[in-house]
Every structure is written in C-alpha cells, then in structure tokens.
C-alpha cells in the first residue's frame, strides 16, 4: 500500500527516488525497482535515478529506464576502461 495508494491515485507508471534510496522500500512492498545513470556530482561521484513500478509491470519499468538513457546520454564510460 505504500506505493499503491499514491500510484492508483495520480494514475501514476512510476515514482522516482535519487541514489537508490527507496528500492528497499520497494522491494519489502513487491514493487520492481530500476535504477540508471542520471548524472555526476561536481567531485566526479555518479549519481542515479530510481523508477519503481507496480507490481509484475516491469517492462514498463525496462522502458521508461531505456528512454531516460536515450534522452539523457548521462552514463559516462570511466578513462580507464576506454
């Protein structure tokens, strides 16, 4: 219910959380959780962008992940590893 209400509410497809915070959250409330790349602090420090889902709608989640990182390009292949 701890995403539920809020999702079927706003009639939302996800709800978003930086940095992983809330997939523990999810996860205890069987809902999918994907995390993507969404950027670099100033120090260089990755940092990412949650979407949990409703439960058993993870292609949607896949989907919304992979249009984020198309619009976003935010994912940067470390210099040692080019």
Do not use: C, W
């Amino acid at each position: 219910a701890y995403f539920d209400e809020p999702m079927n509410t706003h009639q939302l497809d996800a709800i978003l959380s930086i940095n992983n915070y809330h997939a523990g959250f999810a996860a205890v409330a069987k809902h999918p959780a994907l995390t993507v790349p969404m950027g670099y602090k100033t120090s260089g420090e990755p940092i990412s962008l949650t979407f949990i889902g409703k439960s058993f709608e993870e292609q949607k989640l896949l989907t919304l992940g992979l249009a984020f990182e198309k619009l976003t390009h935010a994912r940067i292949i470390p210099k040692f590893y080019q």
